[in-house]
């Protein structure tokens, strides 16, 4: 079983910060790669971010580019997003995932319980 524990939501003005952390373990593997998917109320789930398993290789949705960051500690096994300049329609449930080598934003295996975003102005 691979667990994955997200932390780091909240409510944020428009224009504000959040970090959002997503920590693996389990029978998950430090070749794996992880990335976040978001769902809005109503909606069906985005592709947000993913990294590669050594943190070398990232790809971003068109509409967060530029704007958020995502990094991975490698020891700690951990994945982050750093979200900067949240717009309206940003909120939603962000899911942590980790998955197989493969394309980064791709097909992924296991998935976290969300934790949710929400921006007001």
């Known amino acids: 079983q691979v667990q994955l524990v997200e932390s780091g939501g909240g409510l944020v003005q428009a224009g504000g910060s959040l970090r959002l952390s997503c920590a693996a373990s389990?029978?998950?593997?430090?070749?794996?790669?992880m990335g976040w998917v978001r769902q809005a109320r109503g909606k069906g789930r985005e592709f947000v971010a993913a990294i590669s398993w050594n943190g070398a290789v990232t790809d971003y949705a068109d509409s967060i580019k530029g704007r958020f960051t995502i990094s991975k500690d490698i020891a700690k096994n951990t994945v982050y997003l750093q979200m900067n300049s949240l717009k309206p329609e940003d909120p939603a449930v962000y899911y942590c995932s980790t998955g197989r080598p493969g394309i980064l934003r791709g097909q992924y295996d296991y998935w976290g319980q969300g934790t949710q975003v929400t921006v007001s102005s």
């Open positions: 389990g029978r998950t593997s430090s070749t794996y790669r």
